[in-house]
């Protein structure tokens, strides 16, 4: 065994879409080691693109694609887990909180977070981790969820922490924002020379100057880094684009044939813009958007709502973190998805890399559901951080030897 690494940490993955979350945790390296203790012994993800992407980078670990349940979290087993399980990760859909769509407090996806409390009865990890958008912390699904940690709740063996984290303070070249939970069951707190629980990682970056929280300059903390920014992607892809299409190939890890497997370097596929398209991208400055138009490029309703989102068919500043990566990145329309410099939005391949994957990493499905499945998980960066703070606390409470 790697020195440094005395037992493995087992891990399921909950709501894993296409595997970020695990993804970060298996990047995690502790000192002196050049293995991850992590290690996927499970995972539940309803879209079948999704999960056959997770399938083709974790089955193998997790002991087969018979490990990996390719359906509605309400019709699986955790009994089908065949190892002790240590974390449970976990986002579960946001569409119902997230500002981008009706915000409905009826959404049943907004309850699914239950059938993630259901496996962590049956499954009793040590610490579970859950991730969603900010507003899920304003939610009365998050309410319940926090009276479930109190007296005769189904989750009172576990003490909860909160946080709003951004991606970019960890050094994901993205200002992306997501609403964490950490929950350490209370028999390790008893254990913690501190007696507390999980707490969530230290930021290592940070907004160049002074911070929104009146934290000292960069230049007086000397082991905090400045915000990395969105160029650091775009130097190293190259500027055009030579195919608006996938290569020709399928597979069929969990029996469904789909379009794959493509790596993450071979994602940089175009569209095929309209002339008044690439007129408008021309037009528009770096950091500007659609106010930037002249009139003969605009739209009636752009000139007549002049007070509405900047970042509609908005250009990325170079030096500056990316906005927030969501499902349609390829559509300007949609956001601030143009390329710093290049006349055209960011490819599938900039914006899995503006969200930690690496280029070798394995994806399934077709343009419109690797788009799905980048836009949807959890940034790579951010999790390896939350890893790394919780592998520490584990070696605290003697966890982390067998």
């Not at 009994?79 to 579960?92: A, E, N, R």
């Not at 499954?123 to 859950?130: A, D, E, G, R, S």
């Not at 690439?278 to 930037?292: F, M, Q, S, V, W």
């Amino acid at each position: 065994m790697t020195p440094g690494i005395t037992r493995t940490i087992n891990i399921v993955d909950l709501f894993a879409g296409c595997g970020g979350f695990t993804q970060g945790f298996h990047t995690f390296r502790p000192e002196s080691s050049d293995v991850s203790p992590f290690r996927t012994v499970g995972a539940v993800e309803w879209d079948i693109a999704a999960a056959s992407t997770y399938a083709v980078n974790f089955a193998d670990e997790a002991g087969g694609t018979d490990h990996i349940f390719a359906g509605d979290i309400k019709d699986w087993d955790p009994s089908m887990v065949d190892s002790s399980v240590d974390v449970i990760l976990g986002g579960p859909p946001c569409q119902g909180f997230s500002g981008l769509g009706k915000e409905d407090p009826n959404d049943p996806r907004n309850r699914l977070w239950k059938q993630y409390v259901r496996v962590v009865r049956a499954l009793q990890p040590k610490i579970f981790v859950i991730e969603n958008v900010d507003r899920f912390f304003r939610s009365k699904e998050f309410e319940l969820m926090k009276a479930s940690a109190g007296p005769g709740g189904d989750l009172h063996d576990y003490a909860l922490e909160w946080k709003i984290l951004n991606a970019a303070d960890y050094g994901v070249p993205q200002a992306r924002k997501r609403a964490i939970v950490l929950a350490t069951h209370k028999d390790l707190v008893a254990t913690h020379p501190e007696r507390r629980p999980l707490r969530h990682p230290t930021p290592t970056h940070q907004k160049p100057g002074k911070g929104e929280d009146g934290v000292l300059p960069l230049s007086e903390i000397k082991e905090i880094k400045e915000w990395v920014p969105a160029g650091v992607v775009f130097a190293d892809t190259p500027k055009e684009t030579e195919t608006t299409e996938l290569p020709a190939r399928t597979c069929s890890p969990l029996g469904r044939v789909l379009p794959g497997i493509f790596q993450t370097h071979e994602l940089h596929i175009g569209r095929k813009p309209t002339a008044l398209s690439l007129a408008r991208y021309r037009a528009i400055p770096e950091g500007g958007n659609r106010h930037d138009l002249p009139p003969h490029l605009s739209t009636p309703n752009w000139l007549r709502h002049r007070n509405g989102s900047g970042d509609v068919m908005g250009r990325m500043y170079w030096d500056q973190p990316a906005v927030t990566i969501r499902t349609e990145f390829y559509k300007p329309e949609k956001g601030r998805y143009l390329h710093p410099r290049a006349d055209r939005p960011i490819t599938h391949m900039e914006a899995a890399y503006l969200q930690g994957f690496p280029p070798d990493y394995r994806w399934v499905g077709n343009k419109i559901q690797i788009a799905r499945q980048i836009g949807n998980a959890v940034p790579v960066g951010l999790s390896t951080a939350i890893a790394a703070s919780l592998y520490k606390y584990l070696q605290e409470v003697g966890c982390g030897s067998s």
